[in-house]
């Protein structure tokens, strides 16, 4: 996973950096409604009550942020279907950042909180409540890049310590790493995962064991596709013959 990088004030360079106060309406928006697609326990209910009170509540407010955005990009793009096409890549790298799975648990208390305040107290500025609480739900997220990156530090200070004697912490992540420094393309917070998709893992080149010399696959972590487990059921034992215990 590329991890975003802290600019010169010490914020990630995620999707949700540079924008305008219309932009961040729009992004809070959208994170509240990731929020109310995937926080589906009976604990977040009010998630799901308060995003579709916020959006009908607004819905004019919203509308007329909604077609200002629109009109920048048609501006900026100097085309209707051009501006269009921009900003819907722009809108699946947001949905797809807001959707990350490590960080989905604190995004979903985060989303909680927010929502409870709204049910409790309805504002009168969906603009302002936006713009004051879209940092909540940036934080999960921040947080768990803050995380992963001391779990690389602390990974490559394991390996150079003890990496000689038992071999890498992560083979895996050491494979990543060296697939990223040939260039190959390893999916990050914001990737499409139908892009993903589209191009098979299987080409994505191999890392040579440096014990074994076998060319291992690299396999880019699809970081937005969540795994069902699968559960065989277990078999009923047929009655013995003679009708007694099968023991």
């Known amino acids: 996973m590329n991890i975003p990088a802290r600019n010169m004030v010490g914020q990630r360079e995620t999707i949700n950096r540079g924008i305008t106060d219309d932009e961040k309406v729009w992004h809070f928006r959208s994170a509240w409604n990731v929020a109310a697609l995937n926080c589906t326990s009976a604990q977040y209910e009010p998630v799901l009550s308060a995003y579709s009170a916020y959006i009908a509540d607004f819905a004019r407010p919203l509308r007329q942020v909604n ?15 051009a501006g269009i096409l921009a900003r819907e890549e722009q809108m699946t790298a947001v949905y797809n950042f807001f959707a990350l799975p490590p960080a989905r648990a ?4 985060a989303a909680l ?3 409870n305040r709204y049910n409790a ?4 500025d969906p603009a302002a409540f936006a713009i004051d609480n879209f940092a909540l739900l940036e934080a999960p997220f921040d947080l ?6 001391q779990y690389q ?3 490559y200070e394991w390996d ?10 992560q083979p895996g992540w050491v494979a990543v790493q060296a697939a990223k420094a040939n260039g190959v393309p390893v999916p990050g917070p914001t990737s499409d995962p139908s892009a993903v998709l589209a191009n098979p893992t299987a080409a994505a080149g191999t890392v040579t064991d440096p014990e074994t010399g076998v060319a291992v696959p690299v396999i880019p972590v699809q970081e937005n596709v969540v795994s069902q487990p699968v559960v065989e059921p277990v078999a009923t034992e047929p009655p013995a013959p003679d009708g007694g215990s099968t023991l």
């Open 67 to 81: 077609e200002r955005i629109d009109r920048t990009y048609r501006q900026e793009m100097g085309a209707r279907r």
């Open 106 to 109: 604190r995004f979903c208390r």
């Open 113 to 115: 909180d927010i929502s």
């Open 121 to 124: 107290a309805r504002p009168s």
């Open 144 to 149: 768990f890049f803050d995380e992963y990156e």
């Open 153 to 155: 530090r602390a990974s």
């Open 160 to 169: 150079v310590k003890y990496g000689d004697m038992f071999g890498p912490s």
